[in-house]
Nanobody, 121 residues
Framework: EAQVVESGGGSVQPGGSLTLSCTASTYALTVGWFRQAPGKEREGVAV???????NYAHSVKGRFTISQDNAKKTHYLQINSLNLEDTGMYYCAATLRWLTLSLYDNDFEYWGQGTQVTVSA
């Protein structure tokens, strides 16, 4: 079992930056960040394995950076150059089952409640 808690969301202007944090109650093999925009399906945006391997959705490459502090069991998502399309609920998810670079939500069994990111002028 694992609990996952996100933090760091907020309201920002276009072009701004945010860093989201995700703290897990145990050591996960892989942690992913997902987002759900209003009226859209949830999508995976970034994933990091315990070894530090990463994968990003094409739509966020170059603007999003996922990282972690394994000792603190905390994982981060740095978001730069925010635009209106980045608005949504951001979820952190963890899997204890495998090391994976998958961005499919079915591959993660533990989910946080989400943190809202709103980009507006």
């Amino acid at each position: 079992e694992a609990q996952v808690v996100e933090s760091g969301g907020g309201s920002v202007q276009p072009g701004g930056s945010l860093t989201l944090s995700c703290t897990a109650s145990t050591y996960a093999l892989t942690v992913g960040w997902f987002r759900q925009a209003p009226g859209k399906e949830r999508e995976g945006v970034a994933v990091i394995t315990k070894e530090g391997r990463t994968n990003y959705a094409h739509s966020v490459k170059g603007r999003f950076t996922i990282s972690q502090d394994n000792a603190k069991k905390t994982h981060y998502l740095q978001i730069n150059s925010l635009n209106l399309e980045d608005t949504g609920m951001y979820y952190c998810a963890a899997t204890l089952r495998w090391l994976t670079l998958s961005l499919y939500d079915n591959d993660f069994e533990y989910w946080g409640q989400g943190t809202q990111v709103t980009v507006s002028a």
